[in-house]
């Protein structure tokens, strides 16, 4: 085992001088089946990725069985699909990337068990990925982001703040208490039947909600409070946000008789109203993460500050808008991936596995001792810290949706 990780850390060294190794990436955490190959200077050489979206959306939720056995026919199709796009061989990597934390347990297990088994049959090591650090790092594929940024996550199972100082080293600022925003937008989706209409059938809820919210003509018809409000930290809270849209979406079905399958009057404006909700918590937060960051020296207020924004909220345009804005009144720059790097794939995973390779850091011989850990915290908490503070922020304005423009990138 000493030999092969001196051997191993040799080639490290040949491969940084060199710049030339090639990384696969393999990502199977929850709902998509992806993979990519990436050269050192994050050049795809290839890539595949198999959504299982249009499934899952008929059953209103990922069903983790129905998730894993999608995984089990689509994995191997899918990495020789992304090897033969990438023209070169399994021998040709210096490592496997794959993520087995945090996730699906079901899912997980099948993108581990298969990178193990390339591994073995190619005597290649692992780099076992962390899934929100890749999230976290893939703006640095394609954009000038440099050690230390703030970083909000925001996805259909995830909503943090955090600190990175450099890779690997991340602190936690606050993370939701209950749901995550991804899951309130598609539960209130499906709530208020955006799936039965013809434009809204094959995107995700929290898509259909952003493009109804664009027809609206009074985004404050409905009111939706604000969580934790009077609470001084970074935390986060979409239940309450999700019971309040129910409860108003029940209201409205009542008293306007509407039937099963049916829209509720104005429900434009209601996706509008309940977007705003969101996007102004998600602000709210990250402007405080930003002060306790530079009140304690984090980040420096007079050097280059970056805010990146990842996760699949992260293709949201309003929400990206209402962060750049108040990046620019703090000082600060703002970024996102493409938004096809945004959701899961492997490309993310790969990059991880690039920065992490270059700095032999993670890097795995021992293919035995790597397993899942579906529940994972990123990085050390600073939360306690960030409550002591107890931070009075004056808020930025939110922009109106109108003004904000849609991109196709």
Not at 203 to 229: M, Q, Y
Request: proline residues 4%; contains cysteine.
């Amino acid at each position: 085992m000493f030999l092969l990780r001196q051997i191993r850390r040799n080639c490290v060294r040949n491969f940084s001088k060199s710049d030339n190794f090639l990384i696969l990436g393999i990502e199977t955490s929850c709902d998509d089946t992806g993979a990519a190959v990436l050269d050192a200077r994050g050049t795809i050489l290839g890539e595949a990725l198999h959504s299982q979206q249009s499934v899952h959306l008929k059953y209103g939720g990922i069903i983790p069985p129905l998730a894993q056995e999608m995984h089990r026919e689509n994995i191997e199709g899918v990495v020789e699909k992304c090897i033969e796009r990438s023209g070169v061989e399994i021998s040709d990597l210096a490592a496997i990337a794959v993520t087995n934390r945090p996730g699906l347990p079901l899912s997980l297990l099948i993108g581990l068990r298969y990178a193990k088994y390339l591994a073995r049959s190619h005597s290649k090591p692992l780099i076992p990925i962390h899934h929100m650090e890749a999230h976290a790092l893939t703006a640095r594929l394609t954009s000038q982001v440099d050690f230390p940024f703030l970083c909000l996550l925001a996805s259909g199972g995830h909503c943090q703040l955090v600190l990175v100082k450099s890779l690997g080293e991340f602190f936690l600022l606050g993370e939701t208490i209950d749901d995550a925003p991804g899951e309130a937008l598609d539960k209130t989706a499906r709530q208020i039947n955006i799936h039965n209409l013809p434009e809204y059938q094959s995107i995700s809820g929290g898509a259909a909600i952003e493009d109804a919210a664009r027809k609206s003509s009074n985004p404050h018809r409905f009111d939706f409070p604000l969580p934790l409000s009077s609470l001084r930290d970074c935390q986060f809270s979409f239940a309450g946000l999700k019971n309040s849209a129910r409860r108003q979406i029940l209201a409205s079905q009542a008293n306007n008789e509407v039937g099963p399958g049916e829209m509720i009057p104005h429900f434009e404006d209601f996706c509008a109203g309940f977007l705003r909700a969101i996007t102004r918590h998600l602000c709210h937060r990250t402007q405080r993460a930003m002060e306790f960051c530079e009140k304690e020296g984090l980040i420096e207020a007079d050097g280059k500050k970056s805010l990146v924004f990842g996760g699949g909220v992260a293709c949201n345009d309003y929400v990206f808008e209402a962060l750049s804005q108040l990046g620019s009144l703090m000082g600060y720059d703002t970024y996102r991936p493409e938004k096809k790097f945004c959701t899961d794939n492997g490309v993310m995973i790969a990059w991880n596995g690039v920065e992490r390779f270059r700095e032999d850091l993670g890097i795995v011989d021992d293919i035995d001792s790597v397993d899942i850990e579906p529940k994972c915290t990123l990085g050390s908490s600073l939360i306690e810290e960030v409550k002591q503070k107890h931070l009075a922020c004056k808020w930025a304005k939110i922009p109106l949706l109108r003004e904000v423009v849609k991109s196709d990138k």
